[in-house]
């Protein structure tokens, strides 16, 4: 009994120096199994001296009672452990013979691992964010808008910087869904915070125009300037529209920089500036460059006004020269089509009936133009609809058409059907509106309303010169209205001019200097001339 107690001790003893040993060079902080055994039996932790190594009997037993009992203790406490994960497992980089560097701690491993399970998730939102902005471009290419527009706002609760911009853009506009300004700034706010700068320029723009959120001069201000901080060239460009009516030079300086930085807003204005000579020398080839410039950007709008270029151009004196030019402006009216342009369209359809069409193919394309351009918002090419089914001697669709017109404040479309109630034939109306001009139609409703009131005869229009549209707004593609009161003199000039309202100080001035030039036909009471006021509201409005 004793040879096997002896046995037994001097197995514990090797198992016990190895584990000591290995857990000394592994550094691990911890009380093992066989440590606590030898601690409870009485044993030293070393080695014992050979020459000590032999012990009296009666202590062999106590040392086996203490082996048993420990060996008990022991072997329970790694089972609970390993059952139940205690602190005392071996940190899994450990187990599974993971490199660490030296002095490493558990905690520091554990840390690392949940900065990788972070980056990890955030990689993969941000792949998910990317893949349905994506399917957002799909989809609007499809004209899909309404599902284009659900697919760019889940790529923003991802926190995508694109989306989040195109959320801005869809809601100012209300694409795929309905305008609402508010959450259109919101949206800009944060696709600027996330990085694309130009979102501050967005919302700028928005309080400029006044058309989804009240315009507010000082907001307008405030944002450039953040954009400017955060180096928007859209931020400079606007910083020069603002400034164009109070320091040309300056304005001229910023657009000319942002169009360098690559602004194609900036650019399609650099070239307007070289076309009229507003701030820099009159050059069509300068103004020809940046168009061409703003155009290569895929700017459709830009696009147009190139269009529009070459074909007033006097640059191209050879037949093949404008022969060429022609093709590149139909190209370039074609492409800003394809992307529901309205000026484009508006101007095929005018080059189509400006051939005069002479086959039912012919009538049929302008029709399908002039339709086109109806649906994209161009309200007075309703006119060019009852005009080609007339042509079709398609009456009753001709009517409809006209009542469309009409009711979208068409003056041509109203001219033709005041003049059907007159008693004119559809031909008869339609060929008088057609060669009218806007003051004969204002006239035309002076003469009837003087035949419902006998003896009072209102001012009639002769002349009335539209104000130019200020460059600076028209480039931001600010609308606006100015309401203007004048008095009609007894020889039909215009005196005493008084803004009611205006939306921009630079369209009231732009109205009050045309209003001196406008001519009426005086006002008739009782047989003589005297002397009327009028209120007139004048509308800007930048072509789409």
């Given at each position: ?93 450990v187990a599974e013979g993971a490199k660490a560097a030296p ?116 907001l307008v201000a405030q944002y450039i300037e953040k954009g ?317």
């Open positions: 009994m004793i040879a096997p107690g002896l046995c037994v001790l001097k197995e514990v003893g090797r198992i016990r120096n190895s584990l000591y040993h290995r857990t000394a060079l592994r550094g691990w902080r911890r009380v093992d199994p066989i440590k606590g055994l030898l601690l409870i039996s009485g044993m030293p932790l070393a080695d014992r001296d050979p020459a000590t190594r032999e012990q009296p009997r009666r202590r062999t037993s106590l040392y086996v009672l203490c082996l048993s009992a420990g060996l008990a203790l022991a072997g329970g406490y790694w089972l609970y452990s390993h059952l139940h994960g205690s602190a005392v497992d071996e940190p899994k980089n002095g490493q701690t558990a905690a520091s491993g554990v840390a690392a691992d949940s900065a990788d399970a972070r980056q990890a998730a955030a990689e993969e939102m941000a792949r998910q964010a990317r893949a349905l902005y994506q399917r957002g471009l799909a989809l609007e290419a499809k004209k899909e808008f309404a599902e284009a527009r659900k697919a760019f706002e889940e790529a923003a609760k991802l926190g995508d910087a694109k989306a989040l911009y195109r959320c801005g853009f869809y809601a100012e506009r209300g694409i795929g869904g309905e305008v609402n300004g508010a959450l259109a700034r919101e949206y800009y706010e944060k696709a600027a915070e996330a990085g694309i700068a130009d979102g501050y320029a967005a919302i700028a723009r928005m309080y400029l125009q006044g058309n989804v959120v009240t315009a507010d001069r000082q400017l901080q955060a180096g928007s060239n859209e931020a400079l460009f606007l910083k020069g529209v603002t400034t164009f009516d109070t320091d040309l030079v300056s304005a001229v300086d910023c657009i000319s920089r942002a169009a360098e930085k690559g602004s194609v807003n900036a650019q399609q204005l650099m070239a307007r500036l070289y076309r009229d000579g507003i701030g820099v020398p009159k050059d069509e080839q300068k103004a020809l460059a940046w168009a061409r410039l703003a155009a290569a950007n895929g700017s459709a709008d830009a696009q147009v006004d190139l269009a529009s270029l070459l074909m007033s151009s006097k640059l191209f004196s050879t037949p093949a020269a404008s022969n060429a030019a022609v093709g590149e402006a139909a190209d370039n009216l074609l492409s800003a089509e394809a992307q529901n342009n309205v000026r484009a369209t508006s101007m095929l359809l005018r080059a189509a009936m400006a051939k005069r069409p002479q086959t039912k193919e012919d009538i049929l394309n302008v029709r399908q133009l002039a339709m086109q351009a109806f649906e994209q918002g161009e309200k007075t090419t309703a006119f060019g609809v009852a005009l080609t089914y007339m042509f079709t001697r398609e009456e009753d669709n001709a009517r409809e058409w006209l009542a469309k017109g009409a009711e979208a404040k068409d003056w041509r479309c109203q001219y033709a059907t005041e003049l059907l109630k007159a008693g004119n034939n559809l031909n008869t109306a339609l060929g008088l509106a057609s060669k009218a001009k806007n003051e004969d139609y204002k006239s035309f409703l002076v003469e009837q309303k003087a035949k419902a009131t006998p003896g009072i005869i209102q001012p009639a229009p002769i002349s009335m010169p539209m104000p130019r549209f200020p460059q600076g707004l028209e480039a931001a593609g600010a609308n606006g209205t100015v309401t203007v009161e004048f008095v009609v003199n007894t020889d039909g000039s215009t005196s005493d001019i008084k803004v009611v309202n205006a939306t921009h100080p630079e369209m009231e001035k732009a109205v009050i200097a045309v209003a001196t030039e406008w001519k009426f036909k005086p006002a008739v009471k009782d047989g003589k001339t005297v002397r009327a006021r009028l209120r007139q509201p004048v509308y800007f409005k930048v072509p789409q």
